[in-house]
């Protein structure tokens, strides 16, 4: 037993270590470099390092709602992940809950399911910029997500969620303007108390077929999820800054010569020289002599 958990603890510790084989940077640095950042720009910058279909997750993971006039559905953070599965512990508290005289045992049940085995421990990790990555695949039909949670998340400086289902309160998230992107057909009604556990908070998780360590690059809009390993982000950024520059203004001219009215998705940005020297980095990311 004390060697299987020797073997696991080592084996998790090689998992995170490979993961950030990157350079350190910080991740304002990262936030202000993907903002704005288009999820086939992001692609086609992992294709350019290597990484073909590396990240992208399937394309049943999509966004809830979308507005494509603010584009507030959009948006590119820093992973905090969580993982949840289908409990096996007993799923009632061992009374007839169809009894009055039991409702207080009902509630320290509920209480316990919420505080011990299903509470939210990656809330402390959230800070802003962070997006809440959730793999909750088979965890039963669960809302593990809902109205007000996010809420919360929101206010500790969330800017998404992106979950393999288990999402509820629906209408009420997209009232709120949250962006989710998820499996629809696997959202969850139930709470949590009798149907799922927590089993690992900024560990490596599994969402739309894409492995995501915490700390990586999340970029999302109605292309779908992308995810860039911390190891490569700088210079998958950089290009993918540079991929949406070019097509900034390649579309503007197409705008000016019909006649259409500008709007945000063909408006200037600074040229990728002056930005990457403001953040820092090199001026060219394709050039072999960076050091970064």
Known sequence: MRRTAT?????????????????????????????????????????????????VMKQDIAPLWRDVKTMEHRFAGIA?????????????PGVDLSEEENYQKYRDWRGM???????????????????????????????????????DWKEAGAVGLVCSGGVRDIDEIILQRN???TNYTKRGRGERIGRNEVIDVQRPVVVGGALIYPGDVIVADSDGVVVVP?????????????????????????????????????SGRETPQEFFKRLGLPENPNDPRRTN
């Open 7 to 55: 073997l696991a603890i080592a084996l998790s510790s090689f998992a995170l270590a490979n993961s950030q084989e990157a350079d350190p940077v910080s991740d304002e640095t990262l936030l202000e470099l993907y903002k704005g950042a288009r999820v086939c720009d992001v692609v086609d910058g992992l294709v350019t390092v290597g990484y073909v279909d590396v990240g």
């Open 80 to 92: 905090v992940t969580a993982r949840y599965g289908p409990t096996n512990h007993p799923k009632h």
């Open 113 to 151: 399911w919420y505080n011990e085995l299903s509470p939210e421990p990656f809330r402390e990790f959230i800070k802003p910029g962070s997006v809440v990555v959730i793999d909750n695949h088979d965890d039963n039909d669960t809302g593990s997500t809902g109205s007000k949670n996010i809420l």
């Open 179 to 181: 962006p989710v992107y």
């Open 230 to 266: 911390r190891r490569v982000a700088i210079r998958v950024g950089q290009i993918a800054y540079q991929e949406l520059v070019d097509d900034m203004e390649g579309r503007r001219k197409f705008y000016e010569e019909l006649g259409m009215e500008i709007d945000e998705t063909v």
